[in-house]
């Protein structure tokens, strides 16, 4: 029997085991729509309030889980708002399928209404792309979509289907199991040997590890091969929650805001071991200067990513888990008492730098700040600090809720604050630094697991999607938005503050907006937090709702992020303390 | 630095919007190339893209890898330039007097191009060969008067029995 595109698209979703699709209905798609309406007990849409929430959405249905994550927008300005989206899951390699509707093939390429060549517009931030013209052709270019999008190192991929290929009919067989991904490359083992050996040879090995980590289900692995040959580790922003905080030998993240031991341990290692991470210019600063001090192994499912930023001194392409698990066999047990001397003398020095910093005299100026906390006239010992709400709502939180975070400040003092225990619980962008992608994320990583999600973000951020609180309030998303609202775009401020001069260009909100009751307006509760006592009754609320809770923290529009290495700097420009 | 010219050949699926996907590749990284060419292959579906660029042994590997990771790329070589042939068409028309129709006649008897069209005032010479005896073509016609002029790029194809193929 024949079926509609649209319904072949419908089924062929369900045929992959997709369970949920975020999207916003238009006029292209709308036949798309009709076949979602007509099985909607197989599967689920929810609707966002703009495509780009849908995205993040799928994006965070995808990040909690490893599954695919699924949108659908229309044809034109549905499609190009999918744009930020979709750039954001592909610079953190999260596996996506973006389904479009676009003008009938007759009317492409006439600038017709709401036309627009988004395969063009995404060819650089998508694994791969299609627009398919014949509907004979759907079904399966919709199952390449899918197994593109999860084999390998995962990304998005887009299927642009003109109105014309949905109402089209052709015959559907639905296959019984979903595609399997690409069989992915697997380490030479001689490969494996040499990287045994230096890692026997050297003394002050230090292990890297990134997002790959994550998508490559290496945490278990990882843990038995850092363990097994006694090395510290450290990580990049993207392979937070692959170890657990509190593990040992984790040192936590490194780079650009990392944790002072953990940058200083890899700068004085004699071996950095890279596992799934690329060396983004936030985690190496000055490249001439990085890795002066040591030999790199590096290993990746991606060959391209071997020696693009930094040229390793071993470079191993292949499965995390598979190489990391055959490294292991292979690897010399080894105790290293030396070494693990000096990693605790940095831990020491790294707690004693903290507790400079957070007593450091640096006067607060909140006189061009709109943040309530002057007006309070609170003094400065019972105000909030980044620290001490990221401390509040951890000691709430279940250690199988997810975080997410916005990007900004917050998103830096989530990450090193954090105490983080399971895989895939801290959702953040990454490669992209995606303000506003924070609601959506939380929204979506919620659907897909049930679980409570926390989203840390800021008055800057939020503000760039929270009309995404419509969506949490429709759907009775237990999300707990917490915001650390300074009344300033505090990043670009704290870089203002140190090396411009403190021209506080545009990064002042002088904005009125009262989050309590434009959270009340969505028809999301909420409160406003000036206190520590004020903070933990408000979250005690939060923990007990069933829908979105909005919390409006303020902090003080001078804190910093702190360590800090310049943008282009090195280790040995570190900040630790602002004077 | 290394400075040499690398020539790569890839195989991709004869589908559209491919070229765009190659060539916007290499505009976004950052690479740039000296020439680029696409046309048919023995088999039906598949496309052959010849890729010239200068640069070092980094960046060669660079530009492989990011090739090999496009889904319609089918199989990528670097051709070794002492072992393959590798081949340009230029298309030249000069400005024909009674003064110079003899001399530019000779050259073009030297290096073997043709005369395609004649009229009283220009003249449309076709060579093939390396680049650099199209570059030496050229610069010799300058002073004659070039009124247009257009080359395709190169193409090459490795000497034996190696061959670029779809597995």
Same mark, same amino acid.
């Given at each position: 029997?024949?079926?509609?595109?649209?319904?072949?698209?419908?089924?062929?979703?369900?045929?992959?085991?997709?369970?949920?699709?975020?999207?916003?209905?238009?006029?292209?798609?709308?036949n798309?729509?009709?076949?979602?309406?007509?099985?909607?007990d197989?599967?689920?849409?929810?609707?966002?309030?703009?495509?780009?929430?849908?995205?993040?959405?799928?994006?965070?249905?995808?990040?909690?889980?490893?599954k695919?994550?699924?949108?659908?927008?229309?044809?034109?300005?549905?499609?190009?708002?999918?744009?930020?989206?979709?750039?954001?899951?592909?610079?953190?390699?999260?596996?996506?399928?973006?389904?479009?509707?676009?003008?009938?093939?007759?009317?492409?390429?006439?600038?017709?209404?709401?036309?627009?060549?988004?395969?063009?517009?995404t #060819?650089?931030?998508? *694994?791969?792309?299609?627009?398919?013209?014949?509907?004979?052709?759907?079904?399966?270019?919709?199952?390449?979509?899918?197994?593109?999008?999860?084999?390998?190192?995962?990304?998005?991929?887009?299927?642009?289907?003109?109105?014309?290929?949905?109402?089209?009919?052709?015959?559907?067989?639905?296959?019984?199991?979903?595609?399997?991904?690409?069989?992915?490359?697997?380490a030479?083992?001689?490969?494996?040997?040499?990287?045994?050996?230096?890692?026997?040879?050297?003394?002050?090995?230090?292990?890297?590890?990134?997002?790959?980590?994550?998508?490559?289900?290496?945490?278990?692995?990882?843990?038995?091969?850092?363990?097994?040959?006694?090395?510290?580790?450290?990580?990049?922003?993207?392979g937070?929650?692959?170890?657990?905080?509190?593990?040992p030998?984790?040192?936590g993240?490194?780079?650009?805001?990392?944790?002072?031991?953990?940058?200083?341990?890899?700068?004085?290692?004699?071996?950095?071991?890279?596992?799934?991470?690329?060396? +983004?210019?936030?985690?190496?600063?000055?490249?001439?200067?990085?890795? *002066?001090?040591?030999?790199?192994?590096?290993?990746?499912i991606?060959?391209?990513?071997?020696?693009?930023?930094i040229?390793?001194?071993?470079?191993?392409?292949?499965?995390?888990?598979?190489?990391?698990?055959?490294?292991?066999?292979?690897?010399e047990?080894?105790?290293?008492?030396?070494?693990?001397?000096?990693?605790?003398?940095?831990?020491?020095?790294?707690?004693?730098?903290?507790?400079?910093?957070l007593?450091?005299?640096?006067?607060?100026?909140?006189?061009?700040?709109?943040?309530?906390?002057?007006k309070?006239?609170?003094?400065?010992?019972?105000?909030?600090?980044?620290?001490?709400?990221?401390?509040?709502?951890?000691?709430?939180?279940?250690?199988?809720?997810?975080?997410?975070?916005?990007?900004?400040?917050?998103?830096?003092?989530?990450?090193?604050?954090?105490?983080?225990?399971?895989?895939?619980?801290?959702?953040? +962008?990454?490669?992209?630094?995606?303000?506003?992608?924070?609601?959506?994320?939380?929204?979506?990583?919620?659907?897909?697991t049930?679980?409570r999600?926390?989203?840390?973000?800021?008055d800057?951020?939020?503000?760039?999607?929270?009309?995404?609180?419509?969506?949490?309030?429709?759907?009775?998303?237990?999300?707990?938005?917490?915001?650390?609202n300074?009344?300033?775009?505090?990043?670009?401020?704290?870089?203002?503050?140190?090396?411009?001069?403190?021209?506080?260009?545009?990064?002042?909100?002088?904005?009125?907006?009262?989050?309590?009751?434009?959270?009340?307006?969505?028809?999301?509760?909420?409160?406003?937090?000036?206190?520590?006592?004020?903070?933990?009754?408000?979250?005690?609320?939060?923990?007990?709702?069933?829908?979105?809770?909005?919390?409006?923290?303020?902090?003080?529009?001078?804190?910093?992020?702190?360590?800090?290495?310049?943008?282009?700097?090195?280790?040995?420009?570190?900040?630790?303390?602002?004077? | 630095?290394?400075?040499?010219?690398?020539?790569?050949?890839?195989?991709?699926?004869?589908?559209?919007?491919?070229?765009?996907?190659?060539?916007?590749?290499?505009a976004?990284?950052?690479?740039?190339?000296?020439s680029?060419?696409?046309?048919?292959?023995?088999?039906?579906?598949?496309?052959?893209?010849?890729?010239?660029?200068?640069?070092?042994?980094?960046?060669?590997?660079?530009?492989?890898?990011?090739?090999?990771?496009?889904?319609?790329?089918?199989?990528v070589?670097?051709?070794?330039p002492?072992?393959?042939?590798?081949?340009?068409?230029?298309?030249?028309?000069?400005?024909?007097?009674?003064?110079?129709?003899?001399?530019?006649?000779?050259?073009?008897?030297?290096?073997?191009?043709?005369?395609?069209?004649?009229?009283?005032?220009?003249?449309?010479?076709?060579?093939?060969?390396?680049? +650099?005896?199209?570059?030496?073509?050229?610069?010799?016609?300058?002073?004659?008067?070039?009124?247009? #002029?257009?080359?395709t790029?190169?193409?090459?194809?490795?000497?034996?029995?190696?061959?670029l193929?779809t597995?």
């Open positions: 029997m024949k079926i509609s595109g649209a319904k072949i698209v419908v089924e062929t979703l369900i045929e992959q085991g997709c369970d949920t699709v975020f999207g916003y209905p238009g006029g292209q798609v709308i798309l729509f009709d076949e979602l309406y007509l099985s909607r197989r599967i689920r849409h929810v609707l966002a309030a703009h495509e780009q929430g849908a995205a993040h959405a799928a994006d965070g249905y995808a990040r909690a889980t490893g695919v994550g699924v949108v659908i927008a229309t044809s034109g300005p549905g499609a190009t708002n999918l744009v930020t989206g979709i750039a954001t899951a592909y610079l953190d390699s999260v596996p996506m399928v973006a389904i479009t509707g676009n003008v009938p093939c007759s009317l492409i390429g006439r600038d017709s209404f709401q036309e627009v060549d988004i395969v063009g517009v #060819m650089p931030v998508t *694994k791969h792309n299609f627009i398919v013209k014949d509907v004979r052709e759907l079904a399966d270019t919709l199952r390449t979509a899918f197994k593109i999008a999860k084999s390998g190192r995962p990304g998005p991929v887009l299927v642009d289907i003109p109105k014309d290929v949905q109402t089209a009919l052709w015959g559907f067989e639905a296959k019984p199991d979903p595609v399997r991904p690409y069989p992915p490359t697997f030479s083992d001689m490969k494996l040997r040499r990287a045994a050996e230096m890692i026997s040879k050297a003394e002050r090995p230090y292990i890297y590890f990134g997002g790959g980590v994550i998508s490559g289900k290496a945490s278990a692995a990882l843990i038995r091969f850092a363990e097994l040959i006694d090395a510290p580790m450290g990580c990049s922003l993207m937070l929650s692959a170890v657990p905080s509190d593990h030998l984790f040192l993240m490194n780079g650009m805001h990392g944790h002072y031991a953990s940058s200083v341990a890899q700068d004085e290692a004699d071996l950095v071991i890279a596992l799934g991470a690329r060396f +983004s210019d936030r985690a190496t600063g000055n490249k001439e200067r990085f890795n *002066k001090n040591f030999s790199i192994i590096h290993i990746d991606d060959s391209a990513e071997l020696d693009k930023n040229t390793s001194d071993l470079s191993v392409q292949g499965d995390i888990r598979d190489a990391l698990e055959r490294l292991s066999a292979m690897a047990e080894k105790k290293r008492p030396e070494w693990n001397k000096r990693i605790q003398e940095l831990r020491n020095e790294e707690k004693e730098r903290l507790e400079r910093a007593a450091s005299s640096y006067e607060k100026n909140c006189s061009n700040c709109t943040a309530a906390c002057d309070q006239g609170l003094p400065a010992e019972q105000r909030l600090t980044p620290y001490g709400i990221v401390d509040a709502v951890s000691a709430k939180a279940g250690d199988s809720d997810i975080i997410v975070s916005d990007v900004g400040q917050h998103q830096m003092w989530a990450a090193q604050r954090y105490p983080l225990k399971r895989p895939r619980t801290f959702l953040t +962008s990454g490669g992209l630094g995606t303000m506003g992608y924070g609601l959506g994320a939380a929204i979506g990583a919620n659907i897909a049930g679980r999600s926390i989203l840390f973000t800021g800057g951020s939020f503000g760039m999607n929270l009309n995404e609180l419509a969506t949490a309030v429709s759907q009775g998303t237990p999300v707990i938005v917490v915001i650390m300074n009344g300033v775009l505090g990043m670009v401020r704290q870089w203002q503050t140190l090396f411009f001069d403190k021209h506080y260009s545009n990064t002042t909100l002088n904005r009125a907006t009262d989050f309590v009751k434009l959270a009340e307006a969505f028809g999301a509760k909420a409160a406003r937090a000036f206190t520590k006592e004020e903070l933990d009754s408000a979250l005690e609320q939060a923990f007990t709702c069933n829908g979105p809770f909005v919390i409006d923290c303020a902090v003080d529009c001078d804190e910093f992020v702190l360590p800090m290495l310049p943008p282009g700097g090195s280790i040995d420009d570190i900040i630790t303390e602002i004077k | 630095m290394e400075n040499n010219q690398y020539v790569i050949g890839v195989i991709v699926s004869n589908i559209s919007g491919v070229l765009s996907r190659v060539s916007g590749m290499f976004r990284r950052g690479f740039n190339i000296d680029l060419t696409v046309g048919e292959t023995e088999t039906s579906g598949f496309s052959r893209i010849t890729v010239a660029f200068h640069g070092d042994e980094d960046l060669k590997m660079r530009i492989l890898k990011q090739l090999e990771k496009l889904h319609d790329v089918k199989e070589e670097v051709l070794d002492s072992d393959t042939v590798i081949r340009e068409l230029l298309l030249i028309k000069v400005k024909n007097t009674p003064n110079t129709r003899q001399d530019i006649m000779t050259a073009v008897e030297i290096f073997r191009a043709k005369i395609v069209d004649y009229s009283t005032t220009a003249l449309i010479c076709e060579l093939t060969g390396e680049t +650099s005896k199209i570059d030496a073509f050229i610069e010799l016609m300058k002073p004659y008067g070039i009124m247009e #002029m257009c080359r790029g190169i193409v090459a194809i490795e000497r034996g029995d190696n061959c193929k597995r």
